[in-house]
């Protein structure tokens, strides 16, 4: 079969796809959410089941992903689409990249109202505002903000404009160029914090909090968010990786380069529970605080820290260029299958985006004021937003890929695509794929079902 060229582009090389994808998977959830809800799920015992879940079901999951696209090399939609075909199947099997095209938007909603938070805490810092500031007062701030729904939907704006500022840009000039230069940056300055943490009394806690394994206090809501966590962390289940793959090199092993993501984002989140729960514990605060545990207890720190107004700026700096550097791979899928379906410029297809999840994004951000009281089975928008996509569509989308691939790609296919050196590893990946994932994302489902309708 003749090689196929992607029309969008390709990457530079291996490691601008590896930075690209890490670019991906390391954003709010690594800095903001991995360690908040590891707070609220009790720490250690949450901790091994999520790296269970990036093991067993997301490396395997995310390889699969990588291979559909750089065989379709098309947007998830249509790489699902002919892939399933080349395989002998129905071409139907692009509802796959339909439901994650639907995902990437649900979760840009709310993504984008927090990355907001972090472009205000950003300019905050940088002028100052929370030198020597106490815990109390740091949670009026926060609270505060919440509470403002015009400062609210300035940063959400700026921030839905700065993610389509780039994919406009395209492949080439929009992502590799940022990536190359601000992923190095953000891994150094989470080391920085790691080594001031380290020195606060709060340290061996923090520690042990993290890597302390009490499974008794372990409930099965809890493997259900560890697994939607390790999906969300990696970017699984939506066609984020699958695109990015559909502009990776032919002669790239697919199997080292997945596994360098997985361990620097799995590495960027413990590092930066290890940043925040002995700051939190140093200044005598809760580490199942929630959403807020970033936006309360990191000001505190930094504002009695030397220097803090300084570190302050660039962590949250650096978080907006994570969160910034992740929120792109939510949209390009579905920029890359506008460019495809109707041979539209970027240019109407990211403004025709950014118009839809500005406007999704404006109901998240309502969820914490003027539409606080407005509730969807209980949850509030913006808590709804997160619980759908990260523990329902994410997995069931990864659930389909997994079965798609283990199953009905032609196993030639993956053979060719991954070209690994040893049918051993091969047949693990195989294993895991078609087993192991699946068993386990069926299974976790079910139970949480049963016991939410006990
Ligand atoms: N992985 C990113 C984070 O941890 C979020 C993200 C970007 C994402 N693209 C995605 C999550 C695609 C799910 C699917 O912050």
Redesign the pocket.
């Known amino acids: 079969m003749q090689e196929k060229k992607s029309i969008h582009g390709a990457w530079a090389s291996r490691w601008i796809f590896i930075l690209a994808a890490t670019g991906?998977?390391?954003?709010?959830?690594?800095i903001w959410?991995f360690p908040y809800i590891t707070g609220e799920n009790g720490g250690g015992a949450f901790v091994l089941v999520y790296l269970f879940c990036i093991l067993l079901v997301g490396v395997p999951i995310m390889m699969a992903e990588v291979l559909i696209g750089r065989r379709g090399r098309q947007s998830p939609i249509n790489a699902m689409k002919d892939v399933a075909r080349e395989s002998g199947h129905s071409g139907k099997w692009s509802f796959v990249g339909w439901m994650g095209v639907l995902?990437?938007f649900m979760?840009f909603s709310f993504?984008s109202v927090v990355a907001g938070w972090v472009l205000y805490y950003i300019a905050g810092m940088g002028v100052g505002d929370f030198i020597a500031i106490g815990s109390e007062d740091a949670g009026n701030v926060f609270n505060g903000l919440l509470a403002d729904t015009q400062t609210l939907l300035i940063w959400h704006s700026i921030f839905v404009v700065m993610v389509m500022l780039v994919i406009v840009g395209g492949v080439k000039k929009g992502l590799e160029n940022a990536v190359k230069f601000l992923m190095p940056a953000l891994f150094v300055l989470l080391l920085v914090m790691l080594g001031y943490s380290m020195q606060t009394e709060g340290f061996a806690k923090g520690w042990s909090f993290l890597f302390h394994f009490d499974v008794s206090k372990l409930k099965w809501d809890s493997v259900l968010e560890a697994l939607g966590h390790a999906?969300?962390?990696?970017?699984?289940?939506?066609g984020?990786i699958m695109a990015y793959g559909s502009y990776m090199p032919k002669k790239t092993s697919i199997g080292g380069s997945v596994i360098w993501i997985a361990i620097m984002d799995t590495l960027v989140a413990l590092i930066a529970g290890l940043v925040i729960f002995p700051i939190v514990f140093t200044n005598g605060m809760d580490p199942g605080a929630g959403p807020g545990l970033m936006f309360v207890t990191l000001p505190v720190a930094f504002g009695q820290m030397p220097g803090g107004q300084i570190f302050g700026f660039v962590f949250f700096l650096l978080v907006g260029i994570a969160?910034w550097t992740?929120?792109i791979?939510?949209m390009e899928p579905a920029a890359a299958w506008l460019v495809e379906k109707f041979g539209w410029h970027r240019i109407p297809a990211c403004t025709v985006l950014g118009v839809i999840v500005w406007a999704l994004g404006v109901a998240a951000l309502g969820s914490f004021n003027f539409m606080s009281d407005v509730t969807i089975a209980g949850f509030n928008v913006f808590d709804f937003l997160d619980f759908m996509t990260a523990n329902v569509m994410?997995p069931l989308g990864g659930l389909f890929i997994a079965i798609f691939a283990g199953w009905f790609m032609k196993r030639k296919m993956a053979e060719n695509e991954l070209a690994m050196s040893s049918p051993l590893l091969f047949n693990a990946w195989y294993i895991a794929l078609r087993f192991i994932a699946p068993v386990a994302v069926a299974t976790i489902f079910v139970i949480n079902l049963v016991e939410k309708l006990k």
């Open positions: 991906s998977a390391v954003g709010l959830g690594n959410k995902a990437g979760i993504y999906f969300f962390t990696l970017s699984l289940g939506m984020a969160a992740s929120a791979s939510l994410l």
